[in-house]
């Protein structure tokens, strides 16, 4: 990609004009800057779980347990036994925190189809292809796929939707627009699986264990709904696109422009042989499924099942469906030249994990602290019986938490930081009334998601307003956030529309996940 620049286009009229929407989007700016890190959330969340837990104790708060019958009493953290089991116990929560090793495990495949260029060349393939009435879908829609590379759409595709609008004669800045609203908003949603589903539903499975031991949910467990979603996500987000977004942007006058190469000989090359590798990978896993018989299966022969090795092993056969595909892709394109450039891009993607194990230990030692004190299961049980008895239960209990959830969004940007605060509320009290962890964390989802590109403390939101700027250097938040406002405000009614239809037919969610618990 080459590119000249002279002068900007100019942006779309001032969104920083005082309003009910900039005051109230302004407040939450604000608000959201003087948060913590989330590291330094999670340690001050911890702490808090410790004071909490002694003055629940001491206050004698009890519940009885409905699955059991048992009371359940509050924990004092702050006892000496309570300290002891925090010192002791220090080690054990971090290893032990379920998202730590799924999401690790996955990204030794991704990090290597990533950093060999897999990812990028299959990116931009896929933009380079799409009928030119159909760019605006295409971008959307890649966008979303993106997402099985954690936050790869956010460095590869945002800055690629603006300089295919560039090339095609658009506003850039709609084309980014469009690539952010599928990259961020619609981050949840794919036609496969990615990194984001075993780390929720590592969480998820902790949480429920408040209310069921041993109780374990499968990374794949809301692929169906997910599926259905990335079809109504780009549908939704390309109307926006082109009736809301493109017109307030008018005609792109600037002279900024960009000439979109093609894939080179040596991309293409690699392409093919990547999917000669990923042909080979699917075919040797239907082969250990398909049959009856097959070595993945359960001992009763079932292939979807919590004893089932294919659903256990849904991790491993994330990063094997990355990896080949991108050890294929780099030694046909020469970015891998040996064994030493496997082992490094696997070492690079760990070390670009250093943030993420630092929130995971963080994290492990609230998560452990709120279940140890049974703060967790007081308040699930509490909360439970109190939406009973004012009747807030069903649908309008889930279209609020998936409000709510929408709402935190807005402060804590990571996907896995929020779950792992509000699973363990919100998992139990819904299965209290009735509602699968799965369904719970797949209405999750849709808040966590709608919301990423409206709130400034999303960590990308500097990455994109700084490659707007490249187009107009008077780019800011309120310009950022006035038009990605119209996709968050579609997305979440659509989305949420789409919820109520699944909750209503009662519609499976996914493989072995159900609505009701």
Do not use: C
């Amino acid at each position: 990609m080459s590119k000249s620049e002279t002068s900007s286009p100019q942006a779309p009229q001032n969104p920083e004009k005082s309003g009910i929407i900039d005051k109230i989007l302004n407040f939450i700016e604000n608000v959201g800057n003087k948060l913590p890190h989330p590291i330094i959330l999670f340690f001050i969340l911890a702490g808090l779980a410790l004071v909490a837990s002694a003055v629940v104790a001491a206050a004698g708060v009890e519940v009885e347990h409905p699955g059991t019958g048992e009371t359940v009493e509050a924990f004092n953290l702050l006892s000496e036994e309570g300290i002891q089991r925090v010192f002791s116990e220090a080690v054990d929560n971090f290893t032990g925190f379920a998202p730590l090793g799924v999401v690790l495990v996955a990204m030794l495949g991704v990090g290597v189809a990533d950093k060999s260029g897999l990812i990028s060349s299959v990116l931009k393939s896929l933009i380079l292809n799409a009928p030119t009435k159909l760019l605006t879908a295409a971008v959307v829609f890649v966008g979303i796929l993106s997402n099985v590379a954690s936050d790869a759409g956010y460095v590869v595709l945002v800055p690629l939707g603006a300089i295919i609008f560039a090339a095609k004669g658009r506003h850039p800045l709609v084309g980014l627009a469009a690539a952010f609203a599928g990259v961020s908003g619609g981050f949840s949603a794919n036609i496969v699986l990615g990194t984001l589903d075993p780390m929720l539903a590592g969480i998820t499975a902790e949480a429920a264990e408040f209310v069921e031991e041993g109780y374990s949910v499968a990374p794949s467990v809301n692929y169906f709904f997910m599926f259905i979603s990335t079809f109504v996500v780009t549908i939704v987000g390309t109307l926006v696109t082109e009736l809301v977004v493109a017109p307030r942007f008018g005609e792109y006058t600037g002279d900024y422009k960009e000439d979109l190469q093609e894939l080179t000989g040596t991309e293409k090359k690699g392409l093919r042989s990547a999917i000669i590798a990923l042909l080979i990978a699917v075919t040797v896993f239907l082969y250990w499924t398909v049959p009856s018989d097959a070595i993945l299966r359960d001992a009763d022969g079932e292939l979807l099942t919590a004893d089932a090795a294919f659903m256990g092993g849904m991790v491993p056969i994330i990063a094997i469906l990355f990896l080949f595909p991108g050890i294929a892709y780099g030694l046909s394109a020469k970015s891998i030249k040996g064994s030493g450039d496997v082992a490094k891009y696997m070492s690079d993607s760990m070390s670009d994990m250093g943030g993420y194990i630092a929130l995971a230990f963080a994290a492990g030692q609230f998560v452990a602290y709120f279940e140890w004190s049974n703060i967790g299961t007081i308040l699930a049980v509490a909360g439970a019986e109190f939406l009973e008895v004012v009747g807030f239960t069903g649908l309008p209990l889930i279209v609020a938490f998936v409000v709510v959830a929408g709402l935190i969004n807005l402060f804590v940007g990571s996907a896995s930081a929020k779950w792992a605060i509000m699973a363990p509320v919100f998992v139990p009290m819904l299965m209290y009334l009735g509602y699968s962890p799965e369904f719970t964390q797949m209405a999750y989802r849709i808040g966590d998601s709608v919301t990423n590109i409206i709130s400034p403390l999303m960590p990308y939101f500097a990455v994109i307003i700084a490659f707007a700027k490249k187009y107009d250097p008077k780019v800011g938040i309120g310009t950022l956030i006035s038009t990605m406002l119209p996709y968050s405000v579609a997305f979440l009614i659509a989305w949420t529309l789409m919820l109520v239809v699944w909750f209503v037919l009662g519609l499976p969610i996914g493989p072995g996940g159900t609505v009701f618990y």
